[in-house]
């Protein structure tokens, strides 16, 4: 697992979570994307890049929350799951900080693509330490809009305007999405990924939804660069958070 994620900046293990508890987790899931289809809030977080444009239409649609935690007890308690924690730990060591966590419904047929991006320029950090928890709830094929990754990519490091949404040649004149390898998961999977791996989705055009969970998470010892505004939950999960201050912790009196 560790040799597979240090060489190729991803590593996918098969089955983490038992049946019952995705049936669980599933069942949450869809409370919670009801929720949101009841609220006035604009819930489609479809990227709209034009890096994009050629494989989606006008109309394509994730619909998408942060911190699904805030929603849900069990949905806290995956967070906190001790399978995942260890295998996080393999990873990044003994202090493992919650950065936020994210709601991914890709729905059948006009599911958006995501461009070839990298996570670290949305939320950098000194040590370069943060990592991407993929959990399926559903199947996720290609046909699905599976998540594509491009092998190595990490060791190019950070690359300037990665976020997806600028053609850089460094990814977009080297790299293809549709070329990129796509990560076929079964419910229960879990897909970790370092945050300068390059990776994208092509659109879902199956008539099934796909559901994930991704989480981040990044070392105790690590520390979020100034300037980020990012939502960052800084919730240490295990081990102790290095950086943490009267003021990240949300003491605000005098």
């Known amino acids: 697992m560790v040799s597979n994620f240090n060489s190729k900046g991803y590593t996918h293990i098969e ?11 599933r069942i949450e899931f869809d409370r919670i994307v009801d929720q949101l289809k ?29 911190n699904v935690q805030s929603y849900s007890a069990i949905m806290l308690n995956m967070v906190q799951n001790k399978r995942l924690l260890d295998l996080a730990e393999k990873l990044i ?7 936020h966590t994210k709601l991914f419904l890709k729905p059948p047929i006009k599911g958006s693509a995501f461009p070839l991006h990298q996570d670290w320029s949305y939320f ?30 990490h060791l190019l490091g950070k690359l300037d305007r ?8 460094a990814i977009h004149d080297k790299y293809h999405l549709d070329k990129a390898k796509p990560i076929v998961a079964e419910p229960g999977d879990i897909t970790f990924f370092h945050c300068c791996t390059v990776h994208g989705s092509m659109p879902n055009i199956s008539d099934q939804s796909r559901k994930s969970i991704l989480i981040q998470l990044y070392s105790g010892d690590d520390k979020i660069i100034d300037g980020n505004q990012h ?21 605000i009196k005098s």
């Open 15 to 25: 089955q983490v979570f038992k049946p019952d508890f995705i049936s669980e987790l």
């Open 38 to 66: 009841a609220s006035d809030e604009n819930i489609n977080a479809r990227w709209g890049s034009k890096l994009t444009q050629n494989i989606e239409d006008d109309e394509s649609v994730v619909i998408h929350t942060h």
């Open 231 to 251: 939502s960052n939950v800084q919730l240490a999960l295990r081990g102790f958070n290095y950086h943490a201050t009267r003021h990240i912790a949300g003491d």
């Open 162 to 169: 990665s976020d997806g949404h600028s053609h850089i040649s």
């Open 93 to 99: 060591g003994p202090d493992i900080i919650l950065h």
């Open 124 to 153: 950098p950090t000194e040590k370069n330490s943060m990592i991407a928890a993929v959990i399926y709830l559903s199947q996720s094929t290609e046909e699905m809009g599976c998540i594509r990754v491009v092998s190595g990519s």
